[in-house]
Structure formats: C-alpha cells, structure tokens
C-alpha cells in the first residue's frame, strides 16, 4: 500500500448490519497530499440520515482538515475539525486539548475513513499499532476519542489484511484492503461495491 501514489476517481460503499445505507468518496491529488470529497447516508434504528464531508490529509497521510456538514429529524449540524499533524486540534477554531496526540478522523457511518490510518501506518506484515482516532458520531456531529487497534496480517490474493479492534464497540474484524489501501470488505459494517 505504501508505494502506490494514484487513488481511483471514486470508491463507494453498501453499509449493512450495523445500520442501512451507502457511502461514495471521490479522492483528489492536492499540492501537499489528497482531498477526499464523500457523503454518506444511513438508517439506524429507524432514523434516517445524511452527511457530507471533506477530509484532507498531507503527504503521510495524518489528517490536517475534515468539514463534515449532516442532517437527520434532529436538525442540520456542522463541524470543523483541523490537526497539526502532529496530534493538536481545533473544533470549529477552538482548541480541543481533549483529542491531544490524536493524528486521524474517523466519521461513524463511513468505510473510508478506515483508509487513514491504514495508510498512514505503513505497517510491515507482523507489526501492530494503537491508532486512537478524533471520532464523529453521525447524525449529530458529537466529537469524541476512539481507541483502535490495527494489526498487519499477510496478505491473501493480493488484498492487504488487518486484524482491527475496537474495544469500545467491543468489535474485532479482519479488515480487507484493495492495492489503493481502501477498504473493501469491514465485516458486519460495509463491503466495497465501486
């Protein structure tokens, strides 16, 4: 996954299980590392909802900026999230001191931001990393801390494999990987179809 530079021009999702819907992101190349343009609709538990966002991420791939604009019968919300790279945040411009050391986003409701830090880690096969990450729950837009866990298995027919885990959903799951780093199949929530 390391060494591939080009990203598709669209990769979509079917989510299942965990609640009904579909994703849809379209990459591009930025000066400094991509821009991700997605949106993302659900229902969970009888609630229908949408979001829209904008990730972007520099040349190693740490989130640096993620507007996510959602809407649901609880009304329309909006956030803004900007990182140094380095795990310091903003959320809409304020310092957020509680999401100190954190270096990814990952939006409830979206396949594709497991990417991040797939990507970001590099991990060899037989390595493992704790990649906590700045959580956005959909519909409402709350920010909290995720604990992630990604461990690199060997690779199976060409598709990159990770032993993933996170306990605060209770969830383990081998996470498979097309050659961009892009999920494709996250098992009891979302399988590639584009």
């Given at each position: 996954?390391?060494?591939v530079t080009e990203l598709p021009a669209v990769a979509a999702w079917r989510h299942v299980v965990a609640h009904e819907g579909f994703e849809v992101v379209f990459p591009r190349r930025a000066a400094d590392g991509y821009v991700f343009d997605?949106?993302?609709?659900?229902?969970e538990e009888g609630v229908p909802w949408g979001f829209r966002y904008e990730i972007r991420v520099d040349g190693g791939w740490a989130t640096r900026a993620?507007?996510?604009?959602?809407?649901?019968?609880t009304g329309e919300h909006e956030l803004r999230l900007e990182g140094d790279g380095g795990g310091g945040w903003t959320?809409?411009?304020?310092?957020?001191?509680?999401?100190?050391?954190?270096?990814?986003?990952?939006?409830?409701?979206?396949?594709?931001?497991?990417?991040?830090?797939?990507?970001?880690?590099?991990?060899?096969?037989g390595a493992d990393s704790e990649a906590p990450a700045v959580y956005v729950r959909a519909p409402d837009l709350r920010v909290e801390r995720l604990e992630q866990q990604y461990a690199r298995l060997p690779d199976d027919g060409g598709k990159v494999r990770?032993?993933?885990?996170?306990?605060?959903?209770?969830?383990?799951?081998?996470?498979?990987?097309?050659?961009?780093?892009?999920?494709?199949?996250?098992?009891g929530i979302a399988r590639r179809v584009a």
């Open positions: 996954m390391a060494g997605g949106q993302a609709t659900g229902i993620a507007r996510v604009r959602s809407r649901s019968v959320i809409d411009r304020r310092p957020a001191p509680e999401l100190d050391g954190l270096v990814d986003v990952d939006l409830e409701g979206s396949a594709f931001t497991n990417a991040l830090p797939a990507k970001r880690l590099r991990l060899p096969v990770f032993d993933y885990a996170s306990p605060a959903f209770d969830y383990r799951a081998v996470l498979v990987y097309d050659e961009h780093g892009f999920v494709l199949d996250y098992p």
